[in-house]
């Protein structure tokens, strides 16, 4: 009994670590027991497996890049390079900041390199083109309006309405097949933090401005449910997340009766959302209606921690990345068991998380193009995740970030530090793009 706690707590430990390979070989040439050295053995051979796997699912690049020219690549090559050196970003950064106050022109420089990277245009039409671009590989639009920080009630109206027209374009339309929007973008983030400690914290005038965001954020779900477009409502900072929460459940009550179409987003850095996805879903079970969820990392990692630090409670989000891993895996494992329950997407650009997930899938028969299960990436990152699972004939969409371009910088941004190299290495995007350039030289 005890040997066996041991064996399995061992082999736990060595499926979470990042023991490499060469270690795990090690371990395994110096195991006694016939049952310990079987036991690496196997860990071994899963793990080479599992890699085995990505190499044949995600490796080729050139499904990847199929519809890029050398042109594209060329560019492509250039601004992963450049955004690959931390120093550049952190000016790149600055002067834009520098720009934006002095109001000096920056669409010369941006809209044809990193906007054209990581956006699909400045307006829905504008989008089109990336959009019938996706659909041709399988894959497709989630079309993200992607302008935040506003204040103003009129500038808050202005961004529910161009949400309702990102559904309307949806409507009948199988390349689109979901919609998406940030609380954020149509509340202003200070009152979402007041109603996070429950209404009864409101004064009156705060009262009706929720009532207001509540109006916006039922039509837009009402407009979903008319158009049968179902709408991903993203995940936010912790400290505004229990007023989205409640919101999402809200709509979600009134909404999901004959299938899913609002769908909140739990972010598996945390570490009580595992927790509170099986709460969610048995809830579902009792209210009778489906559940939408959206299965991510989480996006605010230094910012929650820095919080809590500095506030002095302890940090919502997991001690470490296998944490995060574990939790986001086990979380597919339950939306896949409860496939009959709830409806989901795993937003990730980490193969591992994808190969485990289309393995799910084929373990638990559910089909590959069953529109109950979906994939999504960002567009202009890991196209080799989007287009080699859209080749096996899964369903794969990508968020297609839209917006005026001074609107549209802070995304931009994000994506730009996402993809800073880390110790001098190549990030994962360029060396894609290398091999590819490589394999076309070889031709
Ligand atoms: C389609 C799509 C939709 C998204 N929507 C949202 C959203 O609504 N809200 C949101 O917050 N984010 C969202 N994201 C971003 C997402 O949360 C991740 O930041 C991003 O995708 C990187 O995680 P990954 O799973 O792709 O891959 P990986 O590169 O494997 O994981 C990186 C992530 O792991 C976590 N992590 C890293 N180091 C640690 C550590 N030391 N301890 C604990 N955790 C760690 C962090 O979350 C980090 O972002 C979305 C991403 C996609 C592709």
């Known amino acids: 009994m005890i040997s066996c706690t041991f064996y399995q707590a061992f082999r736990r430990v060595l499926c979470a670590s990042v023991v490499n390979n060469v270690a795990l070989q090690f371990c395994a040439s110096f195991c006694i027991t016939k049952k310990l050295y079987f036991l690496v053995t196997q860990v071994y051979s899963d793990r080479k497996e599992r890699y085995f796997c990505c190499m044949i699912l995600f ?3 050139e499904v990847a890049f199929r519809k890029n020219t050398d042109g594209d690549l060329r560019r492509a090559y250039w601004l992963f390079r450049m955004i690959g050196s931390p120093g550049l970003v952190k000016f790149g950064k600055w ?7 002095i109001r000096l022109p920056l ?6 390199t990193i906007f054209r990277q990581f956006c699909g245009g400045e307006s829905i039409q504008e989008c089109i083109a990336v959009s019938e671009r996706l659909a041709s590989r399988n894959v497709k639009t ?3 309006y992607s302008v935040e920080g506003k204040t103003e009630v009129g500038d808050l109206d202005a961004t529910m309405e161009e949400i309702i027209k990102t559904i309307r374009r949806g409507k009948d339309n199988p390349d689109i097949p979901f919609a998406v929007f940030k609380v954020t973008g149509i509340s202003t983030f200070d009152l979402l933090e007041k109603a996070n400690n429950g209404l009864d914290a409101l004064n009156e005038e705060e009262t009706a401005a929720f009532g207001r965001v509540k109006e916006r954020i039922e039509a837009i779900c009402e407009e979903a449910h008319k158009a049968d477009v179902p709408i991903f409502i993203d995940a936010e900072e912790s400290w505004i997340q229990d007023t989205i929460d409640r919101l999402v459940y809200e709509m979600s009550t009134k909404f999901n009766k004959e299938r899913a179409i609002v769908y909140n987003t739990l972010q598996m850095y945390r570490h009580d959302r595992l927790a509170f996805l099986k709460k969610e879903i048995e809830r579902a079970k009792q209210e009778q209606f489906y559940l939408g969820v959206k299965l991510v990392r989480g996006a605010y990692m230094e910012k929650e ?3 809590a630090e500095e506030r002095g409670y302890p940090s919502p989000i997991q001690p470490n990345k296998e944490a995060t891993d574990k939790d986001f895996n086990a979380a597919l494992d339950l939306v896949v068991e409860e496939i009959d329950q709830v409806s989901f997407c795993a937003g990730t650009h980490n193969e591992e998380s994808s190969l485990y997930l289309s393995d799910l899938m084929k373990k638990h028969g559910i089909k590959n193009d069953d529109p109950r299960a979906y994939f999504a990436q960002l567009l202009g990152m890991s196209d080799h995740i989007s287009f080699n ?9 990508k968020y297609v970030p839209y917006g005026p371009i001074r609107e549209v910088l802070p995304y931009l941004i994000r994506r730009a530090e996402e993809n800073t190299s880390v110790a001098g290495q190549t990030s994962r995007e360029l060396s894609l793009i290398i091999k590819e350039r490589k394999r076309r030289k070889q031709k």
């Open 59 to 61: 490796d080729n690049t």
């Open 95 to 101: 002067m834009t900041n520098l720009a934006l106050k």
């Open 107 to 112: 669409r010369w420089i941006i809209k044809p």
């Open 142 to 144: 989630i079309l993200d």
């Open 305 to 307: 921690r820095n919080r």
């Open 389 to 397: 699972l859209s080749n096996e004939g899964f369903m794969v969409a």
